[in-house]
């Protein structure tokens, strides 16, 4: 069997669970079982069947069970726990991808006496403090030594509680132990957060969920946003169970009861909606970007005096000379003050460069994707000893301090510059110093105004640690990338009651969906919120996420219902004619633009869409009237002479026809303008000079025989209206086909 395969079956069997259709659920779970040498599941599947068979038989018979509910909330637990263990069993025999290689492998390492292990870890915390105190020199081999065995202790932990799929009360106990022994540092208990996370992706544990909400009673902050990153993934993705355990969405409810945990709820949600846009960036940055610099780089050096600004740090000025650099790439400086306000509104703008770093041989460990940041990790001990020991420490400190970068980033800026000349070190360190200085005052200005600023930044920076796993791990294509989910935590069981209770966390999610135009998640969240009352600027903006999506019908609704209110007036009345536009009503787009134009008589768009209402209601004089004011009201203006001429060719003014089409074909006629200037030369008798226009607009770039054919009988009835003798358009015709071959 292959891991789709496995993965399809097990889906659908959960699938049919949570729909509550557990016949065929039963079915499927039998032919697993049975094709697949399950035996040792056979006989927990038919004690499961056949009490849901005698559940059945008593309801059918109307024998009246309180119990029934309660029995029936088991069988549907029981159920998704034998999908379960199914699942897992397969996978242990089939699977190829790497969690299940590395559990395979790791089954003979299992821990078996916690007690022992606990006392061997603090035994050496115990040894750290005792060389701290004396001193100890931290380059000493056999302090490194003992640093690389006892964090290898800490791996076999991780993998421990992430291969482990249910938990013995003697795990749980040693678990809750490890996690409140002052004496542990915290990136160790944080590791042992993520491998609670990424064994429940792959089995349900209810105690495992327990524990992760204990995690986050933890004062330490880098504990408890671990657990609560932990909690959301997990509660998302097990959302079709969450209804058969209200202690787990009970203890959510509690913990709703505290202002703070709701803003950091709303601040981790938005966190992972803004890891989409991601992508986005390193598409600005890749495609967009760096093409451009490249373009300008032979004098970038010169022009931008790159020295001086490593030397001089970073200041709050714009450079005078940045604006003559960039002429030959106009756009260019737009994309990097856009860039420069993702990074500072938190958007991950630095995944496109250090994804080029996570080559290192420390990331062929799967733990050290996710160990926080600390100068204590072994394999950095290595990089001081060929560094100036002040020069190290003060380099460590700067990246520990930097908000910005996130654990695994840190980790490859450290693995990077030993690979640097010491004098470009130096500079690279001078440069980082003020860069950090000045990013440390607006830090400190961000935590005096928001006292949950600490944690936004640590679940940012391990939000941004997952997205480099599941985008940039080698063997990634054996998990499920979470960052696939749509992340709509609204519609979740566990989520959606908190959300719609507090109407300002749904909103701020909405706002953010609307601003990034991910205008499906925004619709959903705004129109929950006009169910609890009419709001105009939420219909306006439900109306203009239905307009993005092209159902101009839904918008024309909104639009309409916000009509009822005095906001934004003109900007409401062109929308709905442009939905009227879109539905073909141009009577109605037509009156509505009327009524835009009262408001703002010098609007010029108002006056093309009113003169395009018109001319599609064959009303080409009064169009006219229209673009005449256009032109009137921005002389010179060359786009309209376009719409000008065709009107003017329609109601037979052929020489006014003429006039504007020639200064377009003066300036830079397109492959219309010189067809329909062919027409006006025919319909006033100047073949040889219409054939001769024609075959210009054949010849245009981006213009071909055949399509000049379609747009040349689609304009016929009009060339028979202005008197062209319909036997003499074959001949013309033709005649232009032998022209094209001369």
């Given amino acids: 069997m292959t891991d789709l395969e496995i993965k399809d079956n097990y889906s659908l069997i959960c699938k049919l669970i949570a729909d509550r259709e557990l016949k065929p659920a039963f079915d499927l779970t039998l032919r697993l079982i049975s094709g ?156 042992l957060i993520t491998s609670l996370t990424l064994s429940l992706l792959r089995f349900f544990d209810e105690n495992k969920i327990v524990l992760l909400f204990e995690s986050y009673d933890y004062e330490d902050v880098e504990i408890n946003q671990r657990a609560l990153i932990g909690i959301l993934i997990i509660l998302y993705h097990y959302d079709q169970r969450m209804p058969l355990f209200p202690g787990i969405t009970g203890r959510m409810e509690i913990l709703n009861e ?64 940045w604006q003559e650099i960039f002429r030959d790439s106009p756009g260019l400086m737009g994309k990097m003050e856009e860039l420069t306000e993702m990074q500072m509104q938190g958007d991950d703008v630095f995944m496109s460069s250090f994804s080029m770093l996570k080559n290192f041989p420390f990331f062929s460990e799967f733990i050290n994707w996710f160990i926080p940041f ?213 009577a109605k787009a037509l009156e509505y633009y009327q009524q835009a134009e009262i408001l703002e008589p010098e609007n010029l768009s108002l006056h093309v869409s009113i003169g395009q209402c018109y001319t599609e209601l064959n009303q080409y004089e009064e169009a006219l009237k229209s673009y005449y004011k256009v032109e009137y009201l921005s002389p010179g203006n060359s786009k309209i002479w376009r719409p000008i001429g065709w009107c003017c060719f329609l109601v037979g003014k052929l020489d006014q026809a003429g006039k504007y089409y020639s200064q377009l074909i003066e300036e830079d006629p397109n492959k219309y303008d010189l067809m329909n200037m062919g027409h006006v030369q025919w319909c006033q008798g100047n073949r040889k000079a219409a054939l001769d226009f024609y075959k210009r607009s054949i010849n245009s770039a981006d213009n071909s025989e055949k399509e000049f054919m379609d747009a040349f009988h689609e304009d016929l009835p009009q060339l028979l209206k202005q008197g062209v003798d319909s036997d003499d358009v074959p001949i013309m015709l033709d005649q232009l086909r032998y022209s094209l071959h001369e």
Wanted: charged share 30%.
């Fill in 258 to 321: 505290d202002p703070a945990f709701k803003a950091n709820l709303e601040k981790i949600i938005l966190q992972f909606i803004r890891s989409k846009e991601t992508e986005k960036i390193q598409h600005l940055l890749q495609d967009e970007i760096l093409p451009e610099m490249l373009k300008i780089s032979p004098n970038l050096r010169n022009k931008l005096s790159l020295e001086g600004l490593l030397s001089e740090g970073m200041t709050d000025d714009k450079n005078p000379g």
């Fill in 374 to 586: 600390t100068p204590d990790h072994p394999e950095l001990m290595k990089i001081s000893s060929n560094m100036d020991p002040e020069e190290y420490n003060k380099f460590l400190e700067m990246i520990m301090k930097s908000p910005m970068l996130c654990n695994s980033d840190k980790y490859s800026f450290c693995f990077s510059i030993q690979n640097i000349t010491p004098d470009y070190k130096k500079i690279v360190s001078e440069s980082l110093q003020s860069e950090f200085d000045q990013m440390e005052e607006i830090e400190k200005d961000k935590a005096f105004l928001d006292h949950n600023h600490k944690a936004e930044t640590v679940s940012g920076q391990y939000i941004k640690d997952i997205y480099r796993f599941f985008k940039l791990y080698p063997q990634r294509q054996g998990f499920e990338d979470i960052f696939n989910w749509r992340f709509d935590f609204h519609n979740k069981y566990a989520f959606a009651g908190i959300l719609k209770e507090d109407k300002k966390i749904q909103r701020n999610i909405a706002e953010y969906y609307f601003a990034k135009n991910y205008f499906p998640e925004a619709a959903v969240i705004y129109d929950l919120l006009l169910q609890e009352k009419d709001d105009p600027e939420l219909l306006q903006k439900l109306a203009f996420c239905y307009q993005k999506q092209g159902d101009y019908k839904k918008a024309l609704d909104y639009y309409l219902k916000a009509d009822l209110y005095d906001l934004n007036k003109t900007w409401n009345l062109k929308k709905i004619a442009l939905c009227y536009r879109n539905l073909k009503n141009h």
């Fill in 36 to 191: 697949m040498g399950l035996g040792e599941y056979r006989d927990e599947y038919d004690n499961l069947e056949q009490n849901y068979r005698f559940m059945l038989k008593y309801t059918v018979e109307g024998i009246n069970d309180p119990e029934r509910q309660k029995i029936y909330h088991h069988l549907l637990i029981s159920s998704f726990d034998l999908g379960d263990k199914i699942n897992d069993n397969l996978m242990m025999k089939f699977s190829q991808n790497v969690e299940y290689q590395k559990k395979r492998g790791f089954s003979k390492l299992l821990i078996t006496n916690f007690h022992d292990y606990l006392e061997q870890l603090k035994e050496f915390y115990l040894g750290q403090e005792l060389h701290s105190l004396l001193n100890s020199n931290i380059k000493d081999i056999g302090i490194h030594q003992e640093a690389e065995a006892h964090l290898q202790k800490v791996f076999n932990l991780f993998y421990h509680f992430w291969f482990t799929n249910k938990l013995s009360e003697e795990e749980i106990s040693f678990f809750r132990t490890f996690l409140h022994l002052d004496i542990i540092p915290f990136h160790e208990k944080a590791i």
